[in-house]
């Protein structure tokens, strides 16, 4: 028999809260795609772009409909980028390296994967919060701390941060909130507190909002930047966030770093909230990143069965997909 396709929604719930400046989680849905063929089941998991439209039932539906080939190219050209295609990606890689009893990075001509410094995020809230999260991630062994931001207050937010954890390197992540501001003057004002690089200080699609900003820190394309076809506008950021389910899965997110790399962007793989399951991939496409934030297993109430281990703020390669 041919192998069988099929997804499924589950719903994972968030340790507290999740909050950016667009709104606060309370939980995440993903969509988990399944191939199965034989004695072999292969898993590939996506987290839907909600600021793109996108639902983790219409993703499941997508994949649900697909009569495609098993072919990771052929998905490329025959399927839209987004969370769907990453978990059919994702599972198709699984699939094939249990046909071929050989771990994901080795098929895909990678280095062996070594334990990982994630960031940690540090979720918008006020300073006193945000410094106690703040103090309470770098006891638990983080050393990067990712703070979400939203404009006004957000040197205040950041002094406290810098206070609660005074060792920690930090970047922060405006979530667009910046459009509106004096880019160049909030960046230096976080420069004088240590940050080291701001993410998508502005609102992905009108990137000519950068045009002349001598920003003191590099701007990273988070919400502007999906597959390699968005390269060509991005000249004005200095780094670029990959992420799976926004390109559409690891095939995709493979193909972007190598291109964006040799046009000079420094790389930043990041996730969505999600399981170790759609984790997995993603710490493959970041080794040798700039900067690394694969947190998202760790937001959740709690994570799969064999979800990868956490020690001293190192994510740690796992089992759970792709052969270890």
Known sequence: ???????????????????????AKTHV?????????????????GTAIYYEGESAQGCADAINAWRGPLDRQALLTQMPRGAARNALDCAIWDWESQRAATPVWRLAGLIEPAPLPTAYTISLGDPDGMAAAARAAAARG??????????????????????????????????????????????????????????????????????????PLPLCADESCHTRADLDRLGDFAAINIKLDKAGGLTEALALAAQA?????????????????????????AQGADWIDLDGALLLAQDRPGGLPMRDGLLHPGSLWGQG
């Not at 790399?261 to 790389?267: E, K, S």
């Not at 909230?273 to 759609?278: D, E, F, I, K, P």
């Open 142 to 215: 983080f050393t990067l701390l990712k703070c979400k931001l939203t404009g006004a207050g957000d040197r205040d937010r950041i002094a406290a941060v810098r206070a609660g954890a005074p060792d920690a390197r930090l970047i922060v992540d405006a979530n667009e909130a910046w459009h509106d501001m004096d880019i160049a003057a909030q960046a230096a004002a976080l420069a004088a507190l240590g940050v080291e690089m701001v993410e998508q200080p502005i609102i992905h699609g009108q990137e000519e909002r950068l045009a002349g900003v001598a920003s």
């Open 261 to 285: 790399r040799a046009r000079g962007f420094r790389i930043m793989v990041g996730c969505m909230l999600s399981t170790s399951l759609g984790i997995a991939p993603a710490a493959l496409a």
């Open 29 to 45: 849905d993903v969509v988990v795609c399944t191939i199965r063929d034989g004695d072999i089941v292969a898993r590939g998991e």
């Open 1 to 23: 028999m041919p192998p069988k396709v099929s997804a499924t929604v589950e719903r994972w719930p968030v340790a507290g809260a999740f909050t950016i400046s667009r709104g």
